[in-house]
Nanobody, 123 residues
Framework: VQLQASGGGLVQAGGSLRLSCAASGRTFGRYGMGWFRQAPGKEREFVAT????????DYADSLKGRFTISGDNAKNTVYLQMNSLKPEDTAVYYC?????????????????WGQGTLVTVSS
């Protein structure tokens, strides 16, 4: 399984970005997909997860209402729409895939990781 994250960049506070995670093969149909982020000097933290056909979606409580995860089976791609961005959202964002069932929020539950894409939110 190969994952390629993209869409990061520099944005002003209050702005929006959409991250994409392109997966090889039929990953989105077979695996749960997640987004995590890691800010400088901090541990990696859970952002959102989705299982195919959107039958299972979960978010970090602090991000509910601002971030939206979605998937496109045909394109084998998962998206993370981020709105009302804040400087504290600055981090490297990683997409990951898990073979485990259910909504997985721990990074150790994920089997495959993309390379990360940097999001910088300026104040």
């Amino acid at each position: 399984v190969q994952l390629q994250a993209s869409g990061g960049g520099l944005v002003q506070a209050g702005g929006s970005l959409r991250l994409s995670c392109a997966a090889s093969g039929r990953t989105f149909g077979r695996y749960g997909m997640g987004w995590f982020r890691q800010a400088p000097g901090k541990e990696r933290e859970f952002v959102a997860t989705i299982r195919k056909n959107s039958d299972t979606i979960d978010y970090a409580d602090s991000l509910k209402g601002r971030f939206t995860i979605s998937g496109d089976n045909a394109k084998n791609t998962v998206y993370l729409q981020m709105n009302s961005l804040k400087p504290e959202d600055t981090a490297v964002y990683y997409c990951a895939a898990t073979a485990a069932w259910g909504a997985r929020v721990r990074s150790i539950d994920y089997d495959y990781w993309g390379q990360g894409t940097l999001v910088t939110v300026s104040s």
